[in-house]
């Protein structure tokens, strides 16, 4: 079936950034190289793109962030140590806490937002790490700079604080954090980003990280050589300058929301506001897995959120308008029924 319309992986709709596309093609020539200085190019743009005074060498990529996740968590964890992890979110960090031979403590959203004040309180003395997704997946909330601030203030030295901004592009909220300045500051704190996203490249596997000199290169000692390939460096190095790309990608989100809001407020569908590509439904009329399942029939791939330990909820990518549309008039079909 052609007309499938998936929007549950939070893949961006409008496929690869045209430049990348076009480098890669480019680059299929010289698939029998390793990567040369492909790297270092690729990190120079990201720091000359952030700014802040970071440089080259406050970065790291891997083979999508999740590998730099995994490289974080292999330089911190080890049997005895804790993660503190908001309950739910992404479940990498779980996994790679347990990886590694951690343990994690969970730690419950409030108001299904990312709670700081609790993981302070919940930490003890082997906590090492501290994981924050923000936005949050999979509800599109996120915690702000102030409370950031805060926060970082108070977790005791040495316990490290990954943010991971997987969708921090699609933020617009002035209070969204601007993390340079608490790694200018000297916190103990990594950011981890990626080209699955924004970008459109999940299947290149590019992610990177950034964070104080000293503590990226404790990190970069777990990365393996050449752990992406020349064609993925030169497709994301492509993408940070594809210009056109990302503002289309970003308006497409942005209008999405917006028509978002406006339909599920006239079906009488509670959704919490998001600084994500995706959209958080609550307290839903009807059983959620039941709805993703009528809505697999009509050809349109939802998320149920039960896997997060969420059930009754259902986690929508935002797409283009006409999909946009298509998913509404599923769910108000299925729910009417
Ligand atoms: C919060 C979060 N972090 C990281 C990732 C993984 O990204 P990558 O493709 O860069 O490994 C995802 C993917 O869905 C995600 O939702």
């Known amino acids: 079936m ?52 970071l440089t080259k060498e406050n970065f790291l990529s891997g083979n999508g962030s999740c590998d730099v996740l995994r490289m974080i968590t292999q330089t911190f964890i080890r049997p005895g140590k ?81 943010f ?55 990190v970069r000692q777990h990365k393996l050589h050449f752990n992406s390939g020349r064609l993925a460096y030169l497709g994301a190095a492509a993408a940070v300058d594809d210009e056109a790309h990302i503002q289309e990608s970003l308006a497409m989100v942005k209008n999405g929301r917006r028509y978002f809001y406006q339909a599920f407020d006239k079906i009488g569908i509670r959704y919490l506001p998001t600084q994500s590509n995706f959209i958080f439904l609550a307290d839903l009329p009807m059983d959620a897995n039941y709805i993703c399942n009528e809505a697999m029939t009509r050809g349109v791939i939802l998320r149920p959120t039960d896997p997060f330990g969420l059930p009754g909820h259902i986690r929508i990518t935002i797409a283009r308008q006409a999909e946009n549309e298509r998913v509404v008039d599923v769910i108000r079909e299925i729910i009417k029924k």
């Open 164 to 218: 991971d901004e997987a969708y921090m592009e699609f933020a617009d909220d002035p209070e969204f954090p601007r993390m340079t300045e608490f790694i200018t500051a000297g916190y103990d704190v990594l950011v981890t980003r990626t080209f699955s996203k924004l970008h459109g490249l999940a299947s290149l596997r590019v992610g990177y990280g950034f964070g104080r000199i000293d503590l990226m290169d404790q």
């Open 82 to 162: 804790k993660s503190l992890i908001a309950a739910p979110t992404f479940s990498m960090y779980e996994l790679l806490t347990g990886m590694f031979g951690g343990e994690s403590i969970f730690v419950p959203l409030d108001n299904l937002t990312v709670d700081l004040d609790a993981m302070i309180k919940a930490g003890d003395g082997d906590v090492v790490l501290v994981f924050v997704c923000n936005p949050n997946n999979p509800t599109g909330t996120f915690v702000m700079h102030k409370q950031v601030g805060e926060f970082l203030a108070k977790i005791p030295a040495g316990v490290i604080t990954v």
């Open 2 to 53: 052609s007309d499938i319309l998936k929007v549950g992986s939070n893949e961006n709709v409008l496929g690869p950034s045209p430049k990348a596309k076009e480098a890669v093609v480019a680059a299929l020539a010289d698939a029998h190289l390793y990567p040369d200085r492909h790297e270092d190019t690729l990190l120079e743009k990201l720091a000359q793109r952030i700014g802040d005074g």
